[in-house]
């Protein structure tokens, strides 16, 4: 049973002043059109760009009633559209997501994909507007749904120490914005001004967008330049992501709430970025540490002293950050960063066994291979080395990961340093 | 080995019965680099009153099953994780109301990633060290969610909606419950249960079929079973009617949570008369409750929805409900307004075009769905466990007509089947940093 050889090859040309790429592949029975617009994550912007998302797919000039535009969708077999806002790094992406069905599968014959170009370039370059302004029906509306969006964050307590402990970590850097911005803006924004923000992003800000489906290659740079007619100036280019960020010292926060399971969370500063040399060797030193079911955190945390559920690392590769999370009983606390201090020491000393560099390449190999299955992640895979500026093929990240040393992990083991240790727990107790 | 071809979506499933009873499956996928692999006992949180092998009829805690699922990954001299890991596949498992899935995805050594698979569901090993080990990290799991308040809504609304059957019971059961399991019932309750006869394999990705089949036959060859057990469930007899109208409970969350749910009064179905009740159902929902929906429409612009609200239904031969709801500011104006609407449309009926867009719309998200080599994994097994085939959605919708969809509106609707489930903070605790 062999392995196929691993690669995501899109074709990228510009067109209209967009950077279109474009993976033509049979194995997929729907077609997904990605369009990633680039700004730097600031404060006087998040909260207009998070609106904007919100307001965008309300209505267009061809559409002006909500109701109306997702019949259509409906229409067009149920084609997934949204737009929203992610964070990666100090960048803030809105992001238009369509997917429809490849005509091939329908008894019916209907040109699903010039529509689905077509309703795009409706959303990018045929808004819904009069007298220079987003309609205020649909922009108030979508204040108050942002508000209630901003106000559920508390809602999943996970998602919501992470939050927190990002925003007492990164005091007075951008990344600690939530993506969705900041409720005390939200009073001052007006579809005028949103609708000047839309010309300007639309106008200047980096803007890619992906073709991935069972489409000819010509076809779709057609649509895209005839339906999709941008207005472009001259590109402005965000600065370059920097994660480098030296750790003074370990602060800690705890912070009480009507909770039954302690949220443990620790920061971790890396200094190594998605673009820098380190970075596969980064990969492999949190999948040794805490990516996986067979890393340290899990075995020790949870098999060994049956203190957590979960307990696991993730990466924040744009922004060099290294986040710790656990569920733990709040008596365990101290038990628990112990155990978690001891695992990072562990780490630096170089203890690894020989399984757990091999189980940790063959996890995170398998990890990218399985990209190439899902349109959506070989988009993000692909984005993440444009934003970075720095592009990856798949074979050679994973040749990258092959080839990592002992040594450079404990290059990588020298270099992080715990930055904020949060715990969420419940009201009773000392204070 | 037989093969099924479903031109309509361009799948082949493959089947054989293994002389041990394990059904078979295999759905070879062209041009993937992964293979889903999962092996699925028909046995879950619901089934805890039974007779045993040896003729008694034991009843066990509640949530013993999925702590079987967590125990089956311990061997006395190995972990089911690392041997995984070191294949490089990432391994998983769940427990359902009726079912326990064991499973992996791989890019390569998939013959020692199944036979791995085959080997561990296999091969029960449960002391009374480990499995009160179990119970420290079982416990927070459940902890975790009785935390969540997507869950704790969900599952008030299924308090509410039965009396007595028992998907009114907490799959991971509680911290107390738990705390009476022990190695005996593990090995009473896997006897019964994990018997090849009543198992399912899947197998979806890139592959050669008859050398995966070839694999699984010998691995299943190798191993000595005892005749299948004849399994007995036993369940209590389920009222029609909800066993409360309204349940709250406190979290703490930004906006209060409502969900509203709807109990079916008759059951029974099997088969392509469950599937039909399923798919007609999903397109009711589709055409009154999408965002496309008047209601829709009206409940959002009043600012009595937000972007959370969402519906789902789902059916088996013995239960069936629909539940619809999110985050609301105002949970009573929100139960009023939905009976209110729901009356109106009952009574205006189905409009024609409203019913041809949510079939094309069902199409559509059928067909993305089988791009997910998971969704074919988990959704296949469930479907064959009601004796139907996941290939067969696309025809079953399409041979489904207007009138039956009200038809099903009018049965499905009816206010003294309602129950309603709300999840607000307690007043006065509200969020605050220290």
Request: proline letters at 4%; one cysteine or more.
């Given at each position: 049973m062999s392995v196929q050889p691993a690669g995501i090859s899109f074709q990228s040309t510009a067109i209209n002043g967009i950077d279109v790429h474009i993976l033509p592949t049979a194995k997929f029975k729907t077609t997904t059109i990605v369009t990633m617009v680039e700004q730097p994550l600031a404060e006087e912007t998040v909260t207009p760009t998070s609106l904007l998302a919100m307001v965008m797919k309300?209505?267009?000039?061809?559409?002006?009633e909500t109701k109306k535009l997702r019949e259509h969708l409906d229409f067009l077999y149920g084609a997934i559209f949204d737009v929203d806002v992610l964070k990666k790094g100090e960048r803030q992406i809105l992001q238009i997501y369509m997917e429809v069905p490849n005509?091939?599968?329908?008894?019916k014959d209907t040109p699903l994909f010039e529509e689905a170009i077509r309703f795009v370039g409706d959303m990018l370059?045929?808004?819904?507007?009069e007298n220079g302004s987003f309609l205020p029906k649909y922009v108030d509306q979508e204040k108050e749904s942002l508000r209630k969006r901003i106000e559920s964050l508390i809602d999943d307590k996970m998602k919501y120490a992470n939050q927190r402990v990002t925003e007492e970590m990164c005091?007075?850097?951008?990344?600690?914005?939530?993506?969705?911005?900041?409720?005390?803006?939200?009073?001052?924004?007006?579809g005028g001004r949103l609708y000047r923000h839309f010309q300007k992003i639309t106008a200047e800000s980096p803007i890619h967008m992906f073709v991935v489906g069972d489409v000819d290659v010509q076809h779709v740079q057609e649509a895209i330049s005839s339906l999709v007619p941008l207005p472009r100036r001259e590109r402005v280019q965000p600065p370059v992501l920097d994660v480098v960020k030296p750790v003074e010292q370990v602060r800690q926060v705890i912070e009480r709430l009507d909770v039954t399971q302690a949220k443990l969370n620790i920061g971790c500063r890396t200094?190594?970025?998605?673009?820098?040399?380190d970075y596969p060797a980064l990969l492999v030193y949190n999948g040794i540490f805490g990516?996986?079911?067979?890393?340290k955190l899990f075995v020790n945390v949870?098999?060994?002293?049956?203190?957590?559920y979960y307990a696991v690392s993730r990466l924040e590769s744009h922004k060099g950050i290294l986040m710790i999370m656990s569920g733990i009983d709040v008596r365990n606390y101290e038990k628990a960063v112990n155990i978690i201090k001891e695992q990072m020491e562990a780490m630096r000393q170089g203890s690894i066994s020989e399984e757990e560099l091999s189980q940790t390449k063959a996890t995170l190999t398998n990890q990218f291979r399985e990209l190439q299955d899902s349109a959506r992640m070989m988009i993000d895979f692909t984005y993440n080395g444009l934003v970075s500026g720095r592009q990856r093929k798949l074979d050679e990240m994973l040749t990258a990961i092959e080839a990592v040393t002992r040594e450079d992990i404990a290059r990588v083991a020298e270099k992080i340093q715990m930055d904020t240790i949060y715990l969420l727990r419940d009201r009773k107790g000392e204070a | 080995m037989r093969m099924t071809t479903f031109a309509q979506v361009n799948e082949t499933v493959c089947h054989e019965v293994l002389r041990n009873g394990l059904n078979v499956y295999l759905v070879p996928k062209q041009g993937f680099s992964k293979t889903y692999a999962v092996f699925t006992t028909?046995?879950?949180?619901?089934?805890?009153?039974f007779r045993t092998n040896s003729g008694e009829t034991i009843r066990v805690p509640d949530g013993i099953a999925h702590f079987l699922e967590h125990k089956m990954f311990e061997k006395k001299d190995r972990d089911v994780m690392h041997e995984f890991s070191k294949y490089g596949a990432s391994c998983n498992a769940f427990t359902s109301f009726n079912r326990t899935a064991y499973l992996f995805s791989c890019t390569d050594n998939l013959d020692k990633n199944l036979n791995l698979l085959l080997d561990y569901v296999q091969e029960p090993y449960f002391t009374d060290a480990s499995v009160e080990k179990e119970k420290g990290i079982i416990g927070q799991e459940i902890t975790m969610y009785d935390d969540n308040p997507d869950w704790k809504v969900y599952m008030n609304l299924l308090q509410a909606l039965y009396?007595?059957?028992?998907?009114?019971?907490?799959?991971?059961?509680t911290v107390e419950s738990i705390s009476h399991i022990t190695k005996e019932y593990l090995y009473q309750c896997y006897e019964t249960f994990y018997h090849p006869a009543n198992m399912l394999l899947l197998v979806v990705g890139s592959f050669d079929p008859a050398d995966v089949m070839n694999l699984i036959r010998r691995n299943q060859e190798g191993k000595a079973f005892p005749p299948a057990p004849k399994i007995e469930r036993f369940f209590p007899e389920e009222p029609?009617?909800?066993?409360?109208?309204r349940v709250e409970a406190h979290l703490a969350v930004g906006l209060p949570k409502v969900l509203i749910g709807f109990k079916e009064r008759e059951n029974g179905l099997k088969g392509k008369d469950l599937l039909k009740r399923d798919l007609t159902t999903k397109l009711l929902l589709d055409i009154?409750?999408?965002?496309?929906?008047a209601l829709y429409e009206k409940l959002y612009e009043s600012g009595?929805?937000?972007?959370t609200f969402d519906y789902d239904y789902s059916c088996e031969t013995d239960y069936g409900y629909s539940i619809f709801g999110g985050d609301t500011p105002d949970p009573d104006a929100l139960v009023e307004a939905v009976t209110r609407e729901l009356e109106a449309v009952r009574n205006a009926g189905i409009d024609p075009e409203a019913f041809e867009r949510a079939k094309r719309k069902k199409i559509g998200q059928f067909l993305r769905a089988l791009n997910s080599v998971e969704f074919i994994a988990n959704q296949f097994t469930q479907y064959k466990f009601n004796?139907?085939?996941?290939?067969d959605v696309v025809p079953v919708l399409e041979s489904i007509a207007r009138e039956e969809v009200e038809q099903r509106m009018k049965e499905h609707f009816q206010l003294e089947q309602m129950a309603v489930s709300i999840v607000r903070s307690a007043a006065g605790q509200e969020s605050g940093k220290s």
């Amino acid at each position: 049973m062999s392995v196929q050889p691993a690669g995501i090859s899109f074709q990228s040309t510009a067109i209209n002043g967009i950077d279109v790429h474009i993976l033509p592949t049979a194995k997929f029975k729907t077609t997904t059109i990605v369009t990633m617009v680039e700004q730097p994550l600031a404060e006087e912007t998040v909260t207009p760009t998070s609106l904007l998302a919100m307001v965008m797919k309300r209505a267009t000039a061809r559409f002006p009633e909500t109701k109306k535009l997702r019949e259509h969708l409906d229409f067009l077999y149920g084609a997934i559209f949204d737009v929203d806002v992610l964070k990666k790094g100090e960048r803030q992406i809105l992001q238009i997501y369509m997917e429809v069905p490849n005509e091939k599968y329908l008894s019916k014959d209907t040109p699903l994909f010039e529509e689905a170009i077509r309703f795009v370039g409706d959303m990018l370059t045929r808004p819904c507007v009069e007298n220079g302004s987003f309609l205020p029906k649909y922009v108030d509306q979508e204040k108050e749904s942002l508000r209630k969006r901003i106000e559920s964050l508390i809602d999943d307590k996970m998602k919501y120490a992470n939050q927190r402990v990002t925003e007492e970590m990164c005091k007075g850097e951008p990344y600690s914005l939530l993506v969705y911005g900041r409720l005390a803006d939200l009073p001052a924004l007006d579809g005028g001004r949103l609708y000047r923000h839309f010309q300007k992003i639309t106008a200047e800000s980096p803007i890619h967008m992906f073709v991935v489906g069972d489409v000819d290659v010509q076809h779709v740079q057609e649509a895209i330049s005839s339906l999709v007619p941008l207005p472009r100036r001259e590109r402005v280019q965000p600065p370059v992501l920097d994660v480098v960020k030296p750790v003074e010292q370990v602060r800690q926060v705890i912070e009480r709430l009507d909770v039954t399971q302690a949220k443990l969370n620790i920061g971790c500063r890396t200094q190594i970025g998605y673009r820098d040399d380190d970075y596969p060797a980064l990969l492999v030193y949190n999948g040794i540490f805490g990516g996986f079911p067979h890393s340290k955190l899990f075995v020790n945390v949870r098999e060994k002293a049956s203190l957590a559920y979960y307990a696991v690392s993730r990466l924040e590769s744009h922004k060099g950050i290294l986040m710790i999370m656990s569920g733990i009983d709040v008596r365990n606390y101290e038990k628990a960063v112990n155990i978690i201090k001891e695992q990072m020491e562990a780490m630096r000393q170089g203890s690894i066994s020989e399984e757990e560099l091999s189980q940790t390449k063959a996890t995170l190999t398998n990890q990218f291979r399985e990209l190439q299955d899902s349109a959506r992640m070989m988009i993000d895979f692909t984005y993440n080395g444009l934003v970075s500026g720095r592009q990856r093929k798949l074979d050679e990240m994973l040749t990258a990961i092959e080839a990592v040393t002992r040594e450079d992990i404990a290059r990588v083991a020298e270099k992080i340093q715990m930055d904020t240790i949060y715990l969420l727990r419940d009201r009773k107790g000392e204070a | 080995m037989r093969m099924t071809t479903f031109a309509q979506v361009n799948e082949t499933v493959c089947h054989e019965v293994l002389r041990n009873g394990l059904n078979v499956y295999l759905v070879p996928k062209q041009g993937f680099s992964k293979t889903y692999a999962v092996f699925t006992t028909r046995y879950g949180s619901i089934d805890s009153h039974f007779r045993t092998n040896s003729g008694e009829t034991i009843r066990v805690p509640d949530g013993i099953a999925h702590f079987l699922e967590h125990k089956m990954f311990e061997k006395k001299d190995r972990d089911v994780m690392h041997e995984f890991s070191k294949y490089g596949a990432s391994c998983n498992a769940f427990t359902s109301f009726n079912r326990t899935a064991y499973l992996f995805s791989c890019t390569d050594n998939l013959d020692k990633n199944l036979n791995l698979l085959l080997d561990y569901v296999q091969e029960p090993y449960f002391t009374d060290a480990s499995v009160e080990k179990e119970k420290g990290i079982i416990g927070q799991e459940i902890t975790m969610y009785d935390d969540n308040p997507d869950w704790k809504v969900y599952m008030n609304l299924l308090q509410a909606l039965y009396q007595e059957y028992p998907i009114r019971i907490e799959i991971a059961g509680t911290v107390e419950s738990i705390s009476h399991i022990t190695k005996e019932y593990l090995y009473q309750c896997y006897e019964t249960f994990y018997h090849p006869a009543n198992m399912l394999l899947l197998v979806v990705g890139s592959f050669d079929p008859a050398d995966v089949m070839n694999l699984i036959r010998r691995n299943q060859e190798g191993k000595a079973f005892p005749p299948a057990p004849k399994i007995e469930r036993f369940f209590p007899e389920e009222p029609p009617a909800p066993a409360q109208k309204r349940v709250e409970a406190h979290l703490a969350v930004g906006l209060p949570k409502v969900l509203i749910g709807f109990k079916e009064r008759e059951n029974g179905l099997k088969g392509k008369d469950l599937l039909k009740r399923d798919l007609t159902t999903k397109l009711l929902l589709d055409i009154v409750l999408g965002n496309s929906s008047a209601l829709y429409e009206k409940l959002y612009e009043s600012g009595l929805i937000t972007e959370t609200f969402d519906y789902d239904y789902s059916c088996e031969t013995d239960y069936g409900y629909s539940i619809f709801g999110g985050d609301t500011p105002d949970p009573d104006a929100l139960v009023e307004a939905v009976t209110r609407e729901l009356e109106a449309v009952r009574n205006a009926g189905i409009d024609p075009e409203a019913f041809e867009r949510a079939k094309r719309k069902k199409i559509g998200q059928f067909l993305r769905a089988l791009n997910s080599v998971e969704f074919i994994a988990n959704q296949f097994t469930q479907y064959k466990f009601n004796g139907n085939d996941l290939f067969d959605v696309v025809p079953v919708l399409e041979s489904i007509a207007r009138e039956e969809v009200e038809q099903r509106m009018k049965e499905h609707f009816q206010l003294e089947q309602m129950a309603v489930s709300i999840v607000r903070s307690a007043a006065g605790q509200e969020s605050g940093k220290s």
